[in-house]
């Protein structure tokens, strides 16, 4: 059984940053792609960002290319999300995955966490 955990949210003024960390357990790690999904209060989950599962390639939504970086340490089992320039619209519940083919949508990752709450206050 695959277990994601994420950590690093919370409350931040506009303009602010936040490292967002998802601990992951399961030796197939290192071979996974990881994605960062968001939801808002009355709105779908939507595409972040993802990771291949080497770290070689990088992908961002377009309302946060610029601003946010994802990485990974497999030697950690741990995805980051980096988030810089924060706006009150980044504001959502933020949910690790996990997949062997995870790519643009929630429904191609095998694998999520409990989700970890970001407030952004303008």
């Known amino acids: 059984q695959v277990q994601l955990v994420e950590s690093g949210g919370g409350l931040v003024q506009a303009g602010g940053s936040l490292r967002l960390s998802c601990a992951a357990s399961g030796s197939t790690f290192s071979s996974w792609a990881m994605g960062w999904f968001r939801q808002a209060p009355g709105k779908e989950r939507e595409f972040v960002a993802r990771?291949?599962?080497?770290?070689?390639?990088?992908y961002y939504a377009d309302s946060v290319k610029g601003r946010f970086t994802i990485s990974r340490d497999n030697a950690k089992n741990t995805v980051y999300l980096q988030m810089n320039s924060l706006k009150p619209e980044d504001t959502a519940v933020y949910y690790c995955a996990a997949g062997p083919t995870g790519r643009w949508q929630s429904n191609e990752y095998d694998y999520w966490g409990q989700g970890t709450q970001v407030t952004v206050s303008s």
């Open positions: 990771i291949t599962w080497s770290g070689g390639n990088t």
